[in-house]
């Protein structure tokens, strides 16, 4: 079960922490009153004399008398604070709330704006240096081969793990050769995330560690050694990581391979019997050439820690031989793997690939073997892979991108030349860095996808943080300590996505460590330290949700997509340990100087809004940026004049909800660039005959298969198993549904997991489908929040042995929510005897019937205006067959926002019913049109019309 858990001694009350609802600019009848919704802080608390920010966020725009307030307990330690007002973010108006005043230590703090309290939190000397222990305790939890308990004493970290999440010793069997046949002493090493598997291409991740001690070794509290064994903890960890390189080079002489997970949610020690030899052993898979030159990197980085620390005598005397004998073998087999990858760099560069190729995994082992042998032609043959690198703005350091870390390691040791370019590299990275973060006011980089924004995020910390530990630019470690308060809940949904720290920190983790995951009266675990992926672009259960996305949801609501939000992975926390690690160093050094980057400002389409066609990107900023560009290309921009550019996206070749990022930028005088960046989804058609919408075309296609996702057989009714697969079959992809029955009263049900689809103004559920197996019978059923429908009819389809089409008519279901339905596929057999079905494509679709409907009384209420005026739009919608529109839309510059009836009585639409819309736009010129449609005729569309220009 969940405990109840302790933030350094202060006890703190439950919070409640709320989705944030986004919507359009739309102008409405004003608020009775403006609504504190959260006010948000860093729960894992501040340091004294360091940078403070908290967030106040609103449904509308607060009285200026708003009361502002610091409490301690119930006591008032600060009467008054400035609310700065940030505008709207994500449909709420924001406001910053700057404390670096108060610097007096101690704990149950609360900042309180319009009487709504944050969570409590803390000040301290140094903040950081508490959680150290956090950080190595979650590796420790995700180590293979070793029985938690073993390697978790007692106390390790303040914050304890579950109880449930301890485990014995597992996958002591590790790994069989690829065929079974032989047997390879393969145990150790980190489970990469919530599964067990291990994966080559993240073997980067020890040098990471190693590297974290190495450029903070100066510090007292980094050399922290909790389970006492003589050695610091991180030195511990980057060995044990070093350990399983090694097994692999005793091996394979180099060649890095995966070993995949699998299996349910249980302990790893259950996973398979542990005995060498046996049908369980788990093998060995994908050829990673770039997995050979990070281990490489890793084992350098290792024996340069192990020497650090012998030289400052952190390691204890009686144990010094044993690190200096290790050391020595990490350097040597580091030059086994980094000789094997540079003579294999055709060779697949396998799992998490780096961009840029094998060069830019090779660079991370070139920079830790110059540093470690001092070899000027590793350290050239580095500089020359960056001098040939396309001049961009890197990636985070990850394991797709491992240049900002080996160039920043790099540059003590480089030539003056290759100073100039690592510094010119870096600095545009934290030039992007710098501008992204500003794009809202919480700090968080602006990757919003169908993956948490904290992996991104958190790795862009750590590379922000070593250009100021390299640079001393102290507007990186401010964008620092934003970014490390948005993980910890300095967020508008006032949760902290690290385990364990912060009153209201993530509790259902994706991780099979939790064995009730699955059981709805499990209530979450603590992992130390854990940080988890966070906020997506959409829900991934329901296109329609707001923009950005996030909630703390069980697994069991969502078996098929938690992993999306709520997974940690030990290479997202590299970025989190590395920033933990230096703050704790570096702590409360000053941040007010430097002067922040000119906004670039992408002012439409924003976040969650719903594009189709050809799409105007606006960008906005002062007139000290110019030459606006747009990527992922940086073509030009055309300018609008007053700072303002468009360029024109095109986006009707993207699957409908599909969520896409577009990047501008502008040029400073001094050569820098300002970045900004907006995400948009894709809008569905209009339900019409000619535009249905595909559901799961099995290859990729549809609104449910470009999720990439097949279906599961979610239960099985008097015994028996199925299984659902996607192959190629009599030529087309297709989903493989095979049931195994017990008897013949077995049946097998599928699920597309969880997946909620919209099928509103569609009538019917077409499914083209063949069955080899003259026994097999199906049943298409459709579900919603409370009731469950079976479309297929009430007796079982005999589907022949050839491509059949069949048309279900949801009309006869009129108790079905078609907003938010599920679909499920049955089968039954008449024998105990295995039956097949393959289905080619699973659509919503119309048929034709009456006239389209007409279009007219186009108008607009201003063809001038400014930012605040408001621009009522207005049509008439006209049809002779008396059909009410499903929707009449305004396409304002490519981006679709619904109509209303001006009288919504009227509804004799026969001679005509108006439609308007009201809203503010951004300073520009606009284009605009009008499509509507009845579902049963084709949408009409009217020509586009000019204007209005907004100055």
């Known amino acids: 079960m969940f405990e109840t858990f302790r933030i350094r001694g202060w006890a703190f009350a439950a919070a409640v922490a709320a989705a944030i609802p986004l919507t359009v600019t739309v102008t409405a009848a004003p608020a009775a009153a403006a609504t504190v919704l959260e006010v948000a802080v860093s729960q894992a608390g501040y340091s004294s004399n360091a940078y403070k920010v908290g967030y106040a966020v609103a449904d509308a725009k607060l009285p200026v008398a708003t009361t502002c307030q610091i409490v301690q307990g119930s006591t008032v330690v600060v009467p008054s604070c400035v609310l700065l007002d940030r505008g709207v973010t994500w449909g709420n108006h924001v406001y910053v709330v700057e404390f670096a005043g108060l610097t007096t230590a101690g704990g149950d703090y609360a900042l309180v704006v319009g009487g709504v309290a944050s969570p409590r939190f803390a000040i301290m000397a140094d903040v950081w240096t508490s959680y150290l222990d956090e950080m190595t305790a979650f590796y420790r939890i995700q180590r293979s081969g070793v029985a938690t308990a073993d390697v978790y004493p007692t106390g390790y970290s303040d914050i304890a793990p579950s109880p449930e999440i301890f485990h014995a010793a597992g996958h002591l069997d590790d790994a069989a050769s690829a065929d079974g ?177 094998i060069a830019n995994s090779l660079l991370f082992a070139q920079a830790e073997l110059a540093l470690l042998t001092g070899d000027q032609t590793l350290r050239d043959a580095a500089e020359t892979t960056i001098a040939a690198t396309a001049f961009s703005v890197r990636s985070s350091t990850n394991y797709w991108d491992m ?98 720290i912060g009153q209201n920190s993530v509790k259902f983790l994706h991780t099979r460590l939790d064995e009730q995951a699955q059981s709805e009266t499990g209530d979450g675990v603590v992992i130390p330290g854990a940080l988890v992926s966070g906020p997506n672009a959409k829900d991934p259960l329901d296109a329609r949700s707001a923009s950005p996305w996030y909630e703390d949801r069980p697994l069991w609501t969502d078996s098929g997509q938690q992993w999306r939000y709520n997974e940690y992975s030990i290479s997202i926390q590299a970025g989190l340990l590395y920033s933990i690690v230096g703050l704790a160093d570096i702590n409360d050094a000053p941040t007010t100087v430097g002067t922040p980057p000119t906004a670039m400002s992408v002012t439409s389409p924003l976040i969650g809004d719903y594009v189709t066609g050809n799409v105007t990107v606006f960008a906005q900023s002062g007139t000290s940026l110019t030459d606006h560009r747009i990527g992922p290309d940086w073509q030009p921009m055309t300018s609008a004049g007053g700072g303002v550019s468009t360029a024109v996206v095109d986006v009707s070749g993207l699957q409908p909800y599909t969520t896409t990022r577009v990047d501008v930028r502008g040029a400073q005088a001094s050569g820098a660039y300002s970045y900004g960046s907006t995400h948009y989804t894709i809008a569905p058609p209009l339900p019409s005959p000619e535009t249905p919408l595909l559901y799961d075309g099995f290859g990729g296609d549809g609104v449910f298969g470009a999720q990439g996702f097949t279906w599961v057989n979610w239960w099985n009714n008097n015994a028996g198993v199925g299984s659902a697969s996607k192959v190629v079959y009599d030529g087309r992809t297709a989903g493989r549904f095979v049931q195994n029955p017990a008897t013949a009263a077995s049946q097998a049900k599928y699920q597309p997991w969880h997946d909620v689809a919209d099928l509103s103004g569609y009538r019917y559920v077409t499914v083209v489908m063949r069955s080899p197996s003259p026994g097999n019978r199906v049943w298409l059923q459709m579900t919603d929040a409370d009731s469950s429908h079976r479309v297929s009819g009430t007796t079982f389809l005999t589907v022949p042995d050839a491509w059949t089409t069949y048309q279900f008519d949801l009309n006869a279901f009129p108790g079905l929510d078609r907003s938010a339905a599920k679909l499920e596929l049955w089968q039954q057999q008449t024998a105990d005897v295995d039956g097949e079905l393959y289905v080619d494509s699973i659509s919503f679709t119309n048929t034709a019937s009456g006239t389209a409907p007409t279009l007219g009384g186009l108008a607009v ?63 520009g010129p606009h284009a605009w049109y009008v499509r509507a449609g009845d579902t049963t005729s084709s949408p009409t569309v009217t020509p586009q019309q000019t204007g209005p220009t907004v100055s």
């Open 181 to 357: 046949t032989e047997h390879y002493a393969l145990t150790g090493g980190w489970y990469d995330a919530g599964d067990y598997g291990k994966y080559a291409g993240n073997q980067w991740v020890g040098g990471s560690i190693a590297i974290s001690y190495l450029r903070h070794a100066a510090a007292p509290a980094v050399a922290f050694d909790n389970d006492g064994n003589g050695v610091p903890d991180l030195i511990d960890e980057a060995r044990f990581g070093s350990e399983y390189l090694l097994r692999f080079a005793v091996a394979f002489g180099g060649a890095m391979y995966d070993i995949k997970g699998s299996g349910g949610f249980t302990h790893p020690e259950t996973q398979t019997d542990g005995v060498i030899g046996t049908a369980d052993d788990r093998r060995i898979s994908g050829l990673g050439v770039g997995g050979s030159a990070k281990a490489a990197g890793t084992l350098a980085a290792t024996a340069r820690a192990i020497e650090t620390a012998v030289t400052r005598g952190h390691i204890a005397p009686a144990q010094v031989a044993a690190y200096q004998a290790f050391a020595a073998q990490c350097e040597q087999t580091a030059l086994v793997y980094y000789n094997y990858a540079v003579a294999h760099q055709a060779d697949p560069i396998g799992s998490y690939s780096t961009r840029d190729g």
């Open 403 to 500: 240049a900002p870390l080996s160039m920043a390691e790099l540059y003590p040791i480089a030539t003056a030349t290759g100073k100039t370019t690592i510094q010119r590299f870096l600095k545009n990275q934290l030039d992007y860095i710098l501008s992204s973060t500003d794009d809202t006011p919480y700090g968080v980089v602006n990757q919003f996808k169908n993956f948490g924004v904290n992996e991104p995020h958190a790795s862009y910390m750590a590379d922000a943080l070593r250009y100021y530990e390299l640079f001393g630019d102290q507007r990186a470690l401010k964008a620092v300590l934003r970014g490390t308060y948005w993980l910890f809940g300095a967020n508008p949904w006032n949760i902290s996505w690290v385990s364990g």
């Open 861 to 923: 209420s201003s063809a001038t205006g400014s930012t605040t005026t408001t621009f009522t739009f207005s049509a008439q919608y006209t049809d002779v067959d008396g059909q009410l529109p499903f929707a009449v839309q305004l396409v304002v510059d490519g981006v679709v926002r619904p109509m209303t009836a001006v009288d919504p009585a009227d509804t004799n639409v026969t001679d005509g019913a108006g439609y308007q819309l009201s809203l503010t736009l951004p300073k």
